[in-house]
């Protein structure tokens, strides 16, 4: 399974220092050079990519849902990372920044209206033209045709929870069965193809799970009927302090989850029988107890709370599930000490936190997503990491382990060195969102800037500024910019945002006061 170019000795990792030593990229707003690496070279790299996975539904995140076995695996074979964030919280925008390495300002997503521009540097290209094998299978949601891949099958769009359609370079090809299952059973035939061959391969392996409207799968739809989640302490956020868009967003456990389509009150439309007959079989009962007594007010809030939140971890057993067969995979095919493991999602997600489902906000639980990373012989088991690293990080990371580091610019940072377990002394203090939207929830645009203990936020529309410190308020519920022993602080970090953006090239909409 190892060729001359895939060879995994410390030999051809110092051979490869030299071309590492040679710097990075220049381009606009880009970060330190990444420092030599003395990892293995040209590993495998297997990306399992989620949509809209939160961190804190993760058993070794400390999940308040319990355990999530398999993915909790990688973490005590691997290593954690604490504090990774994205620049941008929604969909397509951070595909498109993980793609490119950069900002949504200059890959030109910025929302999820946005159709990205196939014809731009991505690091699956770069990796490709340094002679991997590269395939995405599973959700894409970036409107034009993949480029980069030697192989695609990718959901449409959004995509269904049951019997998708899978579009690949051949024409489209509709498939029976639940999304996760399928997805995965693609990603394994990919394996077996790649295991076949000396090609070093990037699998970008991405689920339609958990996104709205969390549809389970057939093996886990009749869980969780005997327990009560644990409510997180702000459900009933009234968020006096806070931006006017607290209130009047439309993303809200109340108000905004739809009974049919959300809270599965009526089956979901495109199942087969057995299909249907297994999901009354779990939602019957359940929704003629509803039915039967239907709570109001305060305890509707809290029923919506455990219908959603169940629904949604049901989502994630079954991707766990499918993580399991494709970690099994690997061993067989003898694929697992040549292949860096890397699990994450494009973002992070409200499960009641602040009274919300979705994502969108600078707040901690959209902006954080999960990311844990395994490489066998490289990364130290059960490790974690506190650095602040952001999903501009991927494309370094990989155009470095491919041996073609300056093969395009990004502005993110490779994470070799975390992965190897070293703390660089001239890591990244801060990190630079932006939320451009206007539309869907009704959240209003931000941009802001988080350092390992205190966040700023600004809302131009309202001319509202948020300041939190993380370490004594970590759910953000106290909004220091009003407070004069924080002025000095909210100055600098306001000077500093504006730094970052004028650094990047990101022109800020016109101040219009505080
Ligand atoms: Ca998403």
Redesign the pocket.
């Known amino acids: 399974m190892v060729s001359s170019l895939h060879a995994t000795s410390l030999g051809a990792g110092l051979a490869l220092t030299a071309s590492l030593l040679a710097g990075s990229g220049s381009g606009s707003g880009t970060e330190a050079p990444p420092e030599a690496s003395s990892a293995p070279s040209r590993p495998n790299v297997l990306f399992i990519y989620m ?2 996975h939160a961190a804190q539904t993760i058993g070794a995140y400390g999940s308040r849902f319990g355990p999530t076995p398999n993915i909790d695996s990688l973490a005590a074979d691997g290593l954690l990372f604490r504090n990774a964030f994205c620049t941008n919280s ?2 397509a925008p ?1 595909r498109a920044v993980v793609l490119t390495g950069k900002h949504s300002h200059v890959n030109g997503v910025p929302d999820n209206r946005s159709t990205f521009d196939g014809g731009q540097e991505t690091f699956p290209k770069a990796l490709q033209a340094a002679g991997y094998r590269t395939a995405m299978i599973g959700k894409w949601h970036l409107r034009s045709t993949p480029t980069g891949f030697d192989h695609y099958e990718v959901l449409r769009g959004q995509g269904p929870y049951y019997n998708p359609l899978l579009l690949t370079p051949d024409g489209q090809q509709r498939h029976r069965g639940y999304t996760t299952e399928v997805i995965t059973d693609r990603a394994l035939a990919f394996l077996e193809e790649a295991a076949a061959s000396e090609q070093p391969w990037l699998l970008m392996y991405q689920h339609k799970a958990p ?1 709205r409207n969390w549809q389970p799968g057939p093996n886990e739809v009749g869980l969780f009927d005997d327990v009560t989640f644990p409510e997180p302490p702000t459900l009933f956020d009234d968020y006096a302090t806070r931006n006017p868009g607290c209130a009047s967003q439309e993303m809200s456990i109340a108000t905004h989850l739809r009974d049919e389509y959300d809270l599965k009150l009526a089956p979901p439309p495109g199942l087969d029988e057995e299909q249907l007959t297994t999901w009354k079989a779990a939602y019957d009962p359940r929704n003629a107890a509803f039915r039967a007594d239907p709570p109001t007010g305060d305890e509707r809030t809290r029923w919506n709370y455990q219908r959603y939140t169940k629904d949604y971890m049901r989502c994630i057993l079954g991707v766990d599930r499918q993580v399991g067969r494709v970690l099994e995979a690997l061993e067989r095919l003898e694929l697992s000490d040549d292949t860096l493991v890397i699990y994450t ?3 992070g997600f409200y499960l009641g936190e602040h009274g919300w489902y979705d ?1 969108r906000w600078m707040y901690e639980e959209s902006l954080r997503f999960p990311l844990i990373a395994r490489w066998p012989g490289v990364i130290e088991p059960g490790t974690e990491s506190e650095e602040l690293v952001v999903n501009l990080d991927f494309a370094a990371t990989f155009l470095e382990l491919a041996g073609v580091p300056e093969a395009m610019t990004t502005q993110g940072r490779s994470l070799v060195p975390l992965l190897e377990g070293e703390a660089p002394t001239d890591w990244r203090e801060d990190l630079y969102y932006r939320y451009y939207e206007v539309g869907e929830h009704a959240v209003p645009p931000h941009f802001g800037l988080r350092t390992a203990t205190h966040k700023l936020i600004e809302f131009p529309d309202s001319g509202f500024t948020e300041l939190f410190d993380l370490q004594a308020d970590p759910h953000e519920v106290q909004n220091l910019a009003g407070d004069p022993a924080q002025a000095e602080l909210l100055g600098r970090l306001q000077a500093r945002v504006r730094a970052r953006a004028a650094e990047l090239g990101d022109a800020l909409p016109e101040d219009v006061g505080d």
Do not use: E, T, Y
Request: charged share 40%.
């Open positions: 949509d809209d929604i969909c951070a996104h999602s494009d973002q994502k």
